[in-house]
């Protein structure tokens, strides 16, 4: 790569962590950045006199943590009028809820703005990529424009069901999810037909900050066809396909009761597990599923603040996420709706993932790395893996994102030392304080596709007041709409004998 001048040169890092191979932690050192690529990272001398031009925006980063942007691997960019609101609801319950109620108050004006919030929420605390795993079908353009016009960089999974109707076995038993409404649903020719469109008008899209990917949303609800023509289209444009997989025994039971399997089992037959698979959740699975997942070269998101908010039991002594990592099945990390996340701050979530899985098994060594603890002075902890350079494999993006290295994306994030909860921070204890005591709103600067879209933690790139008055006048039309409000539900799922 030619020298400069670079357009921005990030200089006299106090430290700097390159999630590379060797995942150096640097100090002193500067980055140069050209058009939408790192140009070069090194000693802050050797770097200024090729770099450092008339024109080039020098940042002052000697009192910054500065890491690659992180990378959420799973959010529902529409869940954004439900903040709050689906709580204490058992988790079919709830997603019945969420296709009636979530999808039916959404126009295409008021779903820009849900997207634009939840993106809002995710930049301000360090997030550049994220993955929707379901964008709404009929209303795609609308997330499209959100994720374009904020400066981030997305996959977008357009949501795919073609089952609308219960299996007619008269047994009474629940085994999918009917209640979707009318007008957004799709039978399976409309599903593949729609969906090509949608990767033909929008991926690469934003200067190739826009991907495009395939989400088979319930299982229970996607046929053999849809899945296998999924797997066609995928393997045809050279996209990804993600689904919600074994998140709860209920929604197992329903596709069991289906299909005569389990998720995993199902997705196999199908032809759809792979490289560019992308499962989340994933906690209700056999040793046979596991084994598939990492024969296939799957690749999963762990949700932990979803799990303890719906009790999906990922965290529990039951909870299988140590179990994959420690089999070599690559693992990134996401925080799923509005309503079951953590206010789309990955760094919350890195803090559950390291402390939450030794509470539950009681390790007998200390630290037991297998459970995702660090020891002091860790070199890279395993939630810090997953949140970076995990995620970028899973969404098959590690070519350009997921760490700092020359002729790789300009995606960058200054944090803060000098807020209170990094205070004192030093070499040893830097990446722990990240882990521990850091929050994501300590995000100073934020740098997508070599462009400053945060400084100082205000959103240069929208208006983040217009945004959140926006939200809240829509709000305050859809949830008094929430009829489980005025008529509280006490509802358990009843499986009958066939």
């Known amino acids: 790569m030619s020298h400069g001048p670079a357009s921005i040169f990030i200089k006299d890092a106090r430290f700097l962590l390159t999630m590379d191979p060797e995942r150096r932690l640097l100090e002193g050192a500067s980055i140069a950045i050209t058009g939408p690529q790192i140009a070069a990272i090194g000693d802050t001398r050797e770097l200024v006199d090729a770099w450092v031009g008339p024109n080039t925006e020098i940042i002052d980063a000697s009192d910054r943590f500065v890491t690659p942007g992180l990378i959420n691997a799973h959010i529902h960019l529409e869940s954004c009028y439900d903040k709050g609101l689906l709580t204490g609801i058992p988790i079919v319950r709830f997603l019945e809820h969420y296709f009636s109620y979530t999808y039916g108050t959404l126009t295409e004006e008021s779903y820009y703005y849900a997207a634009l919030a939840s993106l809002l929420a995710c930049l301000k605390t360090g997030t550049t990529t994220v993955s929707d795993c379901g964008t709404i079908q009929t209303m795609e353009s609308s ?23 219960p299996t007619p076995a008269g047994n009474g038993a629940r085994d999918a999810f009917t209640d979707l409404l009318g007008h957004l649903q799709e039978n399976t020719q409309q599903c593949l037909e729609r969906s090509e469109k949608f990767i033909n008008d929008f991926h690469q899209s934003a200067d190739g900050r826009v991907r495009t990917s395939l989400d088979l ?18 393997d045809e444009y050279g996209v990804g396909i993600q689904a919600h997989v074994a998140f709860s025994h209920d929604t197992v039971e329903m596709t069991r009761k289906r299909f005569g399997m389990g998720d995993v089992e199902y997705l196999q037959a199908q032809g759809v597990t792979g490289p560019d698979f992308l499962a989340a959740h994933v906690q209700w699975t056999n040793a046979r599923e596991l084994i598939i997942l990492k024969e296939t070269g799957s690749n999963l998101v762990h949700v932990p603040g979803a799990s303890l908010h719906c009790v999906l039991s990922v965290l529990s002594d039951r909870g299988r996420m140590p179990d994959y990592v420690n089999a070599g099945i ?30 539950t098994h009681q390790p007998v060594v200390f630290p037991d790395r297998d459970l995702f603890m660090s ?21 098959n993006w590690e070519d350009e994102i997921g760490s700092l290295e020359a002729e790789k994306k300009a995606d960058v994030v200054l944090w803060d030392l000098t807020s209170y909860e990094w205070t004192p921070t030093l070499r040893q204890n830097v990446l722990n304080n990240f882990i521990y005591n850091g929050t994501g709103r300590s995000a100073h600067t934020v740098i997508c596709n070599g462009k400053k879209i945060v400084e100082g933690g205000t959103i240069l790139t929208v208006d983040e007041h217009e945004v959140c008055a926006k939200v809240q006048e829509f709000a305050e039309q859809y949830i008094p709409r929430a009829t489980w409000l005025e008529q509280p539900e006490v509802w358990e799922l009843a499986w009958v004998p066939e």
């Open 143 to 165: 997330a499209v424009r959100a994720v374009t016009n904020i400066g981030m960089r997305a996959v977008l999974a357009r949501d795919l069901m073609d089952i609308h109707t």
């Open 217 to 234: 949303q319930q299982l229970c609800d996607c046929s053999p066809d849809l899945c296998q023509g999924t797997r066609r289209l995928a």
């Open 330 to 359: 690559n693992v990134a990390l996401g925080n799923d709706e509005s309503s079951t996340g953590t206010c789309h701050d990955l760094v919350r979530d890195m803090y559950i993932v390291s402390t939450a899985h030794a509470e």
């Open 375 to 395: 020891r002091s002075g860790e070199p890279c902890p395993v939630a810090l893996e997953m949140a970076t350079v995990n995620g970028a494999q899973a969404l």
